[in-house]
């Protein structure tokens, strides 16, 4: 069975850092683009960074490019996100996906496995 249990999550003040991770069993790791999404209350979710399989190519949304980045451990079966320079906005539930797909890391529906999300909450 898949699993993707996300971690790292909690109450930081603005300008401060949180490092998320994403730990997946279940499946052959290395053969997935792997993404990160969030959702604010009232919201939709929104994509923030994917990377792919082996890690060679990134992408990130305009609201998070050079505050965030997204990186992977195919050995530990690992995905992390990196967060900086936080900001009251970003404070939401982060979720991370894989997909077997072609590279479409902004379309939640090419993934095919979520995690049960971790709460990050930025103080002001």
């Known amino acids: 069975q898949v699993q993707l249990a996300e971690s790292g999550g909690g109450l930081v003040q603005a300008g401060g850092s949180l490092r998320l991770s994403c730990a997946a069993s279940?499946?052959?790791?290395?053969?997935?683009?792997m993404g990160w999404f969030r959702q604010a209350p009232g919201k939709e979710r929104e994509f923030v960074a994917a990377?792919?399989?082996?890690?060679?190519?990134?992408s990130y949304s305009d609201t998070v490019k050079g505050r965030f980045t997204i990186s992977r451990d195919n050995a530990k079966n690992t995905a992390y996100l990196q967060l900086n320079m936080l900001k009251p906005e970003d404070t939401a539930v982060y979720y991370c996906a894989a997909t077997s797909a072609g590279w479409a890391p902004r379309r939640p529906n090419e993934y095919n496995y979520w995690g049960q999300g971790t709460q990050v909450t930025v103080s002001s």
């Open positions: 990377i792919t399989k082996r890690g060679g190519i990134t």
């Open positions: 279940g499946l052959t790791f290395s053969a997935y683009h």
